[in-house]
């Protein structure tokens, strides 16, 4: 069983940044694409990024584009997410997510592991 464990999140101003950091574990460990979603209370969990484990290619919302940047280490099974130049409407939980070769990355029926959440807060 796989866990994944997203730690990072707090209060910032607007302006700020702030680094996700999302641990992976478990016995067989092979995913396709790490994505990153987030959900702000009465909203429906977004896309926000998404990266290829092997080929390290990155895929970003266009409401994030340009001020988040996914990245992660192999070696580490870890997946992380720059923010900077935060905003307000960024305020949400954010989840980390694994999935296999199928299904679309922006899509949340793709993923089939997710973490617990971190929780960002971004004042104005």
């Known amino acids: 069983q796989v866990q994944l464990v997203e730690s990072g999140g707090g209060l910032v101003q607007a302006g700020g940044s702030l680094r996700l950091s999302c641990a992976a574990s478990?016995?067989?460990?092979?995913?396709?694409?790490m994505g990153w979603f987030r959900q702000a209370p009465g909203k429906e969990r977004e896309f926000v990024a998404a990266?290829?484990?092997?080929?390290?290619?990155?895929y970003y919302a266009d409401s994030v584009k340009g001020r988040f940047t996914s990245s992660r280490d192999n070696a580490k099974n870890t997946v992380y997410l720059q923010m900077n130049s935060l905003k307000p409407e960024d305020t949400a939980a954010y989840y980390c997510a694994s999935k296999s070769y199928s299904g679309p990355y922006f899509l949340r029926a793709s993923y089939n592991y997710w973490g617990q959440g971190t929780q960002v807060t971004v004042s104005s």
């Open positions: 990266i290829s484990w092997y080929g390290g290619n990155t």
């Open positions: 478990g016995r067989t460990f092979s995913p396709y694409i």
